[in-house]
Nanobody, 118 residues
């Protein structure tokens, strides 16, 4: 069982930056960790992921260049650096983990709210 705790959300003006953190209770057995977001009235959507051992990153095309996922192995923590934020980035951001390449993400954090004002 992997427990994930997100932090770092908040209110920011358009054009600003935020860094989200996701602290994991255990990453030894994790294959990859990812960030998803859910805007009001929409489904949860993939943002970015990173493999724990090789640090291979994947991004949704629309966010490449503005968002960066990274990790700190020593702290069992994954980060999402978000720059040049836009009002449409407003959403609840979730951290997730999966244990194998073919699995779906089956461990989720509670989410952290990001609100971007215009």
């Amino acid at each position: 069982q992997v427990q994930l705790v997100e932090s770092g959300g908040g209110l920011v003006q358009a054009g600003g930056s935020l860094r989200l953190s996701c602290a994991a209770s255990d990453t030894v057995s994790a294959y990859a960790m990812g960030w998803f977001r859910q805007a009001p009235g929409q489904g949860r959507k993939f943002v970015a992921s990173i493999t724990w051992s090789g640090a291979t990153t994947t991004y949704v095309d629309s966010l490449k260049g503005r968002f960066t996922i990274s990790k700190d192995n020593a702290k069992n923590t994954v980060y999402l650096q978000m720059n040049s934020l836009k009002p449409e980035d407003t959403a609840v951001y979730y951290c997730a983990a999966k244990m194998t390449p073919l699995q779906t993400y089956n461990f989720w954090g509670q989410g952290t709210q990001v609100t971007v004002s215009s």
